[in-house]
């Protein structure tokens, strides 16, 4: 359904959308307004993907801002806007989705306590859909709209492909058994852990000391446990599962019954496997 132009007031909107949480962290949003903005970091892009049931290039076609006494939970240094966009592409998504689509966003003012001009911006909006308004969407977190740029369309895109590949990694739910295997050398060991998944999908890593060498970790997306696979590459599902998923330390229920010494080995081997990955740098409060 298409609406031709947008002459609710601020007051109306609330009502209509009252039924609509906005996200509690709305006191982290942030929007990318200018199209020279740096790189989006790809743990946030894959959060937000994961998070969306649809991803739209669209043009804003106008913005009514709420006051502030009706924004609800708005942070400080921040405007609340609805807005209608219309919708160029669905990058992920129903296609039933209406032509046009209004939504609220939180976006920040500027230094001198303006709003910014949102008015035919072209964004990458992350949304979900409204049950029984196909011509509303919900975006999944406040700073789920992000300005359009040719680099950020192919980085969305790219990010939309693995979500949506049939051998795509599965989320982390924990860890299951972790044990060190001595090996018969000073140094020489091996370290298995075993990582609990949504799907029940095999996914295990292997770490590995060889003396005279650096130590070495791999990857394992099947029953097969092996070196060939090696680490998950940084900027991929499987890196962001790992370093998104995985919990700060080993727990106590995978060690059971192993040797003192073995234990502190597969605790080092598995901080290892964390300091490679690197911090999961998705935008999440805290």
């Not at 949480?21 to 903005?37: C, E, F, G, W």
């Not at 298995?192 to 770490?207: D, R």
């Amino acid at each position: 359904m298409k609406r031709s132009s947008f002459a609710l007031s601020a007051a109306s909107i609330m009502a209509a959308f009252a039924m609509i949480p906005l996200p509690v962290a709305a006191q982290n949003a942030r929007m990318v307004i200018a199209s020279d903005s740096p790189a989006i970091p790809y743990a946030r892009l894959m959060r937000l993907t994961l998070s969306a049931d649809m991803v739209i290039d669209a043009t804003v076609r106008s913005a009514a801002r709420i006051a502030p006494a009706e924004a609800i939970g708005l942070a400080p240094g921040m405007a609340r806007f609805y807005v209608t966009v219309d919708v160029a592409a669905l990058i992920r998504g129903p296609a039933g989705l209406a032509a046009r689509v209004g939504y609220l966003v939180d976006v920040p003012l500027d230094p001198r306590g303006r709003a910014p001009n949102l008015k035919r911006q072209r964004v990458i909006a992350f949304a979900r859909a409204v049950a029984g308004r196909p011509d509303q969407v919900q975006l999944v977190t406040p700073d789920a709209q992000l300005a359009w740029s040719a680099a950020l369309d192919q980085q969305v895109r790219g990010t939309v492909r693995e979500v949506l590949d049939p051998a795509a990694p599965p989320a982390v739910k924990g860890i299951g058994t972790a044990f060190h295997v001595p090996g018969t050398l000073p140094g020489e060991g091996e370290t298995q852990i075993f990582v609990q998944t949504a799907t029940g999908a095999p996914v295990s890593l292997l770490i590995l000391r060889r003396p005279g060498e650096d130590r070495r970790w791999a990857l394992a997306l099947s029953d097969i446990i092996d070196e060939a696979g090696g680490p998950a590459r940084p900027g991929t599902l499987a890196w962001y599962r790992l370093a998104c998923g995985l919990p700060a330390e080993l727990p106590e229920t995978s060690l059971q019954s192993q040797e003192p010494d073995n234990v502190a080995t597969a605790r080092d081997d598995y901080r290892f496997v964390l300091n490679a990955l690197g911090p999961c740098d998705d935008g999440r409060a805290g």
